[in-house]
């Protein structure tokens, strides 16, 4: 089964330079800069699906914490492909059935902060 994710153009996450982040701590007292464009993140592994007994899923990118909630079904016909621009080929990996909605978790953002 696939996932359609939309993500937005500028991701709200922290960067992972850790020489930076401790540079940065000694230096000021301002917060570190947390935005991703799409284009600046790296290839392969993002993050993790969180999946809770209660059933609730979370989706952890970075540093930050986002909650996943089912949205509408496919009104129509829509494939998801992976598409190979060097060698010119798409393979079709199957339908898209759902959607979902993924939001920030401000109660996790808040408590980073409170930290």
């Known amino acids: 089964m696939f996932f359609f994710l939309q993500l937005p153009a500028t991701m709200p996450m922290k960067k992972?330079?850790?020489?930076?982040?401790?540079?940065?701590?000694?230096?000021?007292?301002?917060?570190?800069e947390d935005a991703y464009r799409l284009e600046e993140l790296p290839s392969g592994f993002m993050g993790k699906m969180l999946v809770y007994k209660s059933g609730a899923i979370k989706l952890k990118?970075?540093?930050m914490l986002y909650d996943v909630s089912p949205g509408s079904d496919c009104v129509f016909a829509q494939d998801v492909v992976a598409i190979n621009t060097k060698e010119k080929?798409?393979?079709?990996?199957?339908?898209?059935?759902?959607?979902t909605i993924i939001t920030l978790d401000?109660?996790?953002?808040?408590?980073?902060?409170a930290d």
């Open 16 to 32: 992972q330079d850790a020489t930076a982040e401790a540079e940065e701590k000694a230096s000021s007292s301002k917060p570190p």
């Open 61 to 63: 990118l970075g540093d």
């Open 89 to 99: 080929q798409c393979c079709v990996l199957g339908e898209l059935k759902k959607r």
């Open 106 to 113: 401000v109660d996790s953002v808040l408590n980073s902060m």
